[in-house]
Every structure is written in structure tokens, then in C-alpha cells.
């Protein structure tokens, strides 16, 4: 199956500072989201990006589909930002009905 | 819209028991799926549903089982239960027949099995 790899596994910020998060998978995807787990555990969607650049506040995201690749950016991070960060794919062979997800990157942003 | 409901929130089996862990949604989404959530892992597909009366497996789906009689109800069934399964378990769901579109999650079941 797809191989799903998130970089870097943990990220410690300052308040206000700006961090890129990665996400490489192993085969042709047409479905990638982005989500964020708070530190309570609930699971939010942030993007559904199969290919392209979308923007939401000080969040963005970037997929290169031809080199396997997916770029979340967090901008002037805040202390709610903090939590895990999921990259999750499907593919054509499974008609999008499977969702890979990667093991995260864990994001902690200091006051 | 109470969006993704799961109960219960925390339970605690011992070996051999069975349970059923609830997932209901009120926006009449197609798709919905369980996951379960391992320390320091990702998430992984146990089961999906693209609509009612279809389900299929998913990347880890021994020991579970799953119907789907209405739209929005999909319970996770644990036939015997396994320190193994011991994991947090998240179900969602999504408008139309597959995982293209935003996924909504419930708040999630941490299962203990002793």
C-alpha cells in the first residue's frame, strides 16, 4: 500500500514564529487532506488539497503532485496551534475510498 | 446539527468481552469510517461505508465488525476483545460515496481491554 511520511515527527515554536510541515507519499494520490488534532484529541479538517496552493487565515497549503509532496504552512503561530498535524491520502486504486494517514507531526508553540 | 456522536467516551473491557462502540450522524453524509489511534501513530482505516448497506474492510479490520443499516448509524463491533485493541477509536463521515470531501470526526472512544 501507500507509504505516508510526515517531517519533521515533533516542532517546538516561539509564539509569532512561522514553521513548514511535510508530507511525502509513495504513489499517485487523488485525495490529500491536512488535519489538526488538539491537545484534547478532537480531529479538524484544514485542507483538502489533492494538488495546488488554498489558503485559510494564517494557514496554507501546497501539493506537488508529480513529486509526492504536500507543504503545510502556519504562519505567526499561536499557542492554539499546538497539537498534532495529520497529512492523510487516497489513491486511484482504491477509487478514494481509503484514507492513509502519515504519523504526524507533533507541533508545541511556547507563550 | 449535533454533527458526529460517539458513545461511549471511555470503556473498560477484559479479555474476551464484546462490545459495541456507537457512531451516529444528523448531515446525512454517505461516507462514514472508523479509525483507531495508536500512541505516537497515525490513525489507521479499520472499516468504511460508502453508503448504507455497503461496508468494506480497511487497512486493520480483524476482530471488528460493522453494519450499516441506516444512513446515519454505523456501529463498530468488537466480537472478542483483545489487549491488542486497546486504542483510541474515532468514527467520521463525509458527504458522497468516498473520502474526497472534508472528513468530519466525533470526539472519539478510548477503549481499555485488560
Known amino acids: 500500500g501507500i507509504q505516508v511520511e510526515q517531517s519533521p515527527p515533533d516542532l517546538i515554536l516561539q509564539e509569532g514564529a512561522n514553521s513548514t510541515l511535510r508530507c511525502n507519499f509513495s504513489d499517485s494520490v487523488n485525495n490529500l487532506q491536512w488535519f489538526h488534532q488538539n491537545p484534547w484529541g478532537q480531529l479538524i479538517n484544514l485542507f483538502y488539497i489533492p494538488s495546488g496552493t488554498k489558503q485559510n487565515g494564517r494557514l496554507s497549503a501546497t501539493t506537488v503532485a508529480t513529486e509526492r509532496y504536500s507543504l503545510l504552512y502556519i504562519s505567526s503561530s499561536q499557542t492554539t496551534d499546538s497539537g498534532v498535524y495529520f497529512c492523510a491520502v487516497a489513491t486511484l486504486e482504491t477509487s478514494g475510498s481509503r484514507l492513509t494517514f502519515g504519523e504526524g507531526t507533533q507541533l508545541t508553540v511556547n507563550p | 446539527n449535533a454533527g458526529v456522536t460517539q458513545t461511549p467516551k471511555f470503556q473498560v473491557l477484559k479479555t474476551g468481552q464484546s462490545m459495541t462502540l456507537q457512531c451516529a450522524q444528523d448531515m446525512n453524509h454517505e461516507y462514514m469510517s472508523w479509525y483507531r489511534q495508536d500512541p505516537g501513530m497515525g490513525l489507521r482505516l479499520i472499516h468504511y461505508s460508502v453508503g448504507a448497506g455497503i461496508t468494506d474492510q480497511g487497512e486493520v479490520p480483524n476482530g471488528y465488525n460493522v453494519s450499516r443499516s441506516t444512513t446515519e448509524d454505523f456501529p463498530l463491533r468488537l466480537l472478542s476483545a483483545a489487549p491488542s485493541q486497546t486504542s483510541v477509536y474515532f468514527c467520521?463521515?463525509?458527504?458522497?460515496?468516498?473520502?474526497?470531501?472534508?472528513?468530519?470526526f466525533g470526539p472519539g472512544t478510548r477503549l481499555t481491554v485488560l
Open positions: 467520521a463521515s463525509s458527504y458522497g460515496g468516498n473520502s474526497y470531501n472534508e472528513q468530519f
